[in-house]
């Protein structure tokens, strides 16, 4: 059974930083294209990072452009985001994502694979 697991999630005060963290169990990790989605409580989910599997290539919300950066260690099949200068509309329940291929935007129908979440809380 193929699993991501998130962690590195917490409460924070404006203007700091976290780094989460996503562990898959998949087999051909390093074929995958991995993302990290983000859903407040009332509001849609929305894709904030993609790193392409092919070409290593990277894509951002606007809202998170220069504060957050998505990376991975194929070797230890493990996907981050690090996030920086947060802010109190990045509260969210952040999930990994995991799709076959080339994705060409965050379309979350893309993502085969989903984590349980881990909970980011930014205070004011």
């Known amino acids: 059974q193929v699993q991501l697991v998130e962690s590195g999630g917490g409460s924070v005060q404006a203007g700091g930083s976290l780094r989460l963290s996503c562990v898959a169990s998949?087999?051909?990790?390093?074929?995958?294209?991995m993302a990290w989605f983000r859903q407040a409580p009332g509001k849609e989910r929305e894709g904030v990072a993609l790193l392409r599997a092919v070409d290593g290539s990277s894509i951002y919300a606007d809202s998170v452009k220069g504060r957050f950066t998505i990376s991975r260690r194929n070797t230890e099949k493990t996907l981050y985001l690090q996030i920086n200068n947060l802010k109190p509309e990045d509260s969210a329940m952040y999930y990994c994502?995991?799709?076959?291929?080339?994705?060409?935007?965050?379309?979350?129908?893309?993502?085969?694979?989903w984590g349980q979440g881990t909970q980011v809380t930014v205070s004011s």
């Open positions: 998949l087999g051909t990790y390093y074929s995958y294209s």
């Open positions: 994502a995991a799709a076959p291929g080339y994705p060409d935007t965050m379309n979350p129908t893309s993502f085969i694979k």
